[in-house]
């Protein structure tokens, strides 16, 4: 079992900042964010592996940071130029593993309850 709390989102306006944080219980291989904005279908964000490869959704490269501190089995997502077409829940997720899709949600086993972001124009 892994526990994934994520803290940090908020409200900030457009071409601000966030660093979102996803805390697990213990070490996990692959992690990921996800996003689900309202009337949207859910979509993976940006993605880390214990190698420390990353992958970002073509929407926020250049502009999210995926990152992980394995010493405080925390993730993180520094997101920087932030639109109005980030708002989203943002969801923590681990466990997917290394030879299933690095977006397919459903190869995350364990999930954090979200964190809402709002960017305003």
């Known amino acids: 079992q892994v526990q994934l709390v994520e803290s940090g989102g908020g409200s900030v306006q457009a071409g601000g900042s966030l660093r979102l944080s996803c805390a697990a219980s213990r070490s996990s291989n692959c992690m990921g964010w996800f996003r689900r904005a309202p009337g949207k279908e859910r979509e993976g964000v940006a993605t880390?592996?214990?190698?420390?490869?990353?992958r970002y959704a073509d929407s926020v490269k250049g502009r999210f940071t995926i990152s992980k501190d394995n010493a405080k089995n925390t993730l993180y997502l520094q997101m920087n130029s932030l639109k109005p077409e980030d708002t989203a829940m943002y969801y923590c997720?681990?466990?997917?593993?290394?030879?299933?899709?690095?977006?397919?949600?459903?190869?995350?086993?364990?999930w954090g309850q979200g964190t809402q972001v709002t960017v305003s124009s």
């Open positions: 997720a681990a466990d997917r593993p290394p030879w299933r899709g690095y977006f397919v949600a459903a190869a995350y086993r364990y």
């Open positions: 880390i592996d214990s190698d420390g490869l990353t």
